[in-house]
């Protein structure tokens, strides 16, 4: 069957959609029939934080998870025996498609590998229903554009999973305080991302698949290629055809924070990136990585680093303070934002003296509950075009790394000098590499490409490479289709 003929069918089947067809308000075929009704939650992808997604649903008022999916069968059955354990019946689906044909399921909460994110996204707001959708929302630019028009079209409600972005009296009044003026302008925004993390393992020859996973199902979008890492599961991160690096996995977190005290909606006119895999040899995305946005009045400079502070630690870097988080430096101090979820954040003076703090978060699943019963997106703390938008910033600083040559120290210093703050941080970077016993002789850093791009139709200019890595050649028949 083809996917055009599966989304016809689907929009005839379901009843969200064949109201709409036949001219009926959004709030008359809203899936959700009244604001006192139990909301049945889908649950898609339910092996780590697809676990938490079912404890967090699970534990709201007037919300019951009735069923579950995932490709792999036995992760699949411990899942649905612990809740048929506490006496709740729940559906188990192998295939989203079939899931989103249930009846008994009005939204769906999904923490898939990336490369599935957006398809189900728009998947589920054809068969209308409501997403929460963890991040990175997509694997790609184009189709996390496609995944907002998709949200935009079918008039649903979703959510993206930063989290962070419900610590209303927590960061949101940093946010505010700073954007303010208290400390002045704005002069850099940066993201730290310096996270431990150890070699997957080089392997010669392709691994066999694990017992109970259906292959073809967990590829779904992604090249049906044979498995070259030593585990399936959560080591797709470090592949391109399926993951992000720690830029789209831990970084989208801060690459967000960033991005919302700068006030920046759209994405950034030019990027660089200048990085790489280093102090072992295995998969593809850098573990070391610095990326350039050039938004104006300030920039926003993301840091990656997965090796220790130094040969045989165990510790990791810090910058102020801190290996996760995020620093707003401003003409008269700073903000320090905290952590894997901040819920909150601190200000220093240009002395370094702390002068204030916020702290205080939300549920983020309750609030996106609280919209899927209001009907209305803007209740959301993360709406899907902010998820979007840190995303693909994510995403452009790759294809910036992706399309880089090897570089001798020189050539990246004449590069990058005239950036604010760059050549500071680029030296910081080599001499934590140095402290690692990596000889850049004998390992060069990647170099990537400086990158203009048109943020209105968030394409670049006159790049056609770089465009090529905007989207990707999808497998039939997960295709993500293009929304109007």
Known sequence: MSIKTLHRRRFLQTTALGAAAIGLPAAA??????????????????????????????????????????????????????????????????????????????????????????????????????????????????????AVNAARRYDRIVQTGTQSRSSREGVAQAVDWVRTGNLGKILVARGICYKRRDSIGKVSEPQPIPTGIDYDLWCGPAPQQPLMRQRLHYDWHWVWSTGNGDLGNQGIHQMDLARWFLGAGEL????????????????????????????????????????????????????????????????????????????????????????????????HFANFIHAVRSRKREDLHADILEGHLSSALCHTGNISYRLGASAAGDSICERIRDDRDALATYQRMVEHLAANQVDLNLTPLTLGAVLKLDPQTERFLENDKANALLTRDYRPPFVVPEVG
């Open 29 to 146: 075929w809203s899936q959700v029939s009244g604001a006192n009704d139990d909301i049945r939650v889908g649950v898609i992808g339910v092996k780590g934080r697809g676990a938490d997604h079912i404890k967090g649903f699970d534990a709201l008022p007037g919300v019951r998870v009735t069923a579950l999916c995932d490709c792999d069968a036995a992760v699949l059955e411990n899942a649905a025996a612990r809740l048929r354990g506490q006496g709740r019946p729940v559906e188990t689906y192998a295939d989203v498609r079939k899931l989103l044909d249930s009846k008994n399921v009005d939204v769906i909460s999904t923490a898939t590998p990336n490369h599935w994110h957006s398809l189900i996204v728009v998947w589920g707001c054809q068969a209308g229903k409501d997403v929460y959708v963890e991040k990175p929302v997509s694997h790609n630019v184009w189709e996390g554009r496609q």
């Open 268 to 363: 950034s006119p030019r990027v660089w990136s200048v990085g790489g895999r280093l102090g072992y040899d295995d998969g593809q995305t850098a573990n070391t990585q610095i990326v350039f946005h050039d938004f104006a009045p300030a920039p926003l400079i993301f840091e990656v680093r997965g090796l220790p502070d130094k040969t045989g630690s165990r510790n990791m870097d810090q910058f102020l303070g801190s290996n996760v988080g995020v620093h707003i430096h401003c003409e008269g101090g700073r903000v320090f934002v905290p952590g894997y979820a901040a819920t909150g954040a601190i200000a220093y003076d240009a002395d370094g003296k702390e002068i204030r703090q916020w702290s205080g978060t939300e549920d």
